[in-house]
């Protein structure tokens, strides 16, 4: 790829920036399905990588789901590398969530007959929407950008999702060189294919420490690694 000057630059954006000066709320990326978010962020723009972090089963898995659903219900095509779930756990995880059905309270006391519709209604639902998934165990971030990119030529993609950061297979020789390795493996996926990318990660313990357990950059490991 040639420089661009910056005339050509501002031919080429000045229809998307016109339309934010016109109406500067309007979210020009992939809404995430939260308002406050998606005003912050301006949605998920187009070859940026976004971190989601929180502390263990804190739910960073449900939310990511809820954005890829929210994206898909709107036509986006999204791709998810699920290095922890299957792709069968994260069907009914999404099923058992859009009918509002506790998954380990139906273990424990059995379903009604209207609620097992309900959820074959779901399942039935999520099954349509444009989302695929792979499962592959400590897939490393060269094989995922191959993966993407013949998605990309055969389908479209519009947004990734990576979970969990934590689980890719890239090697090196310590863990915040592997961590910045990874990072640059997703960040180059986004600027690549021009997608956002979204990778979930876990926190530190030192959150749970502090008085404030707002959490901060510092909080991810080896954050250094992963800006």
Known sequence: KEFATLHDVGLATLPEFSEFLEDPQHIRGLTTGFHKLDMMFDGFRPSRFYL???RPSMGKSQVALYMAENAARKGAKVAIASLEMSAQMLMER??????????FLARLKGLELTTIDLLH???DRVSSLPIVVDDTPATTTAQLLTKCRKLHQDKKLDLLIFDYLDLA???AEGEEQRRALISLGLRRVARELNIPVLALVQLNREVEKRESKRPQ??????SGALE
């Open 52 to 54: 989601l972090g929180a």
């Open 94 to 103: 999404m099923a058992f969530t859009g009918a509002n059905v506790d998954r």
């Open 121 to 123: 209604g779901e399942y």
């Open 169 to 171: 297979g890239d090697k």
């Open 217 to 222: 950059l510092q909080d991810l490991r080896y």
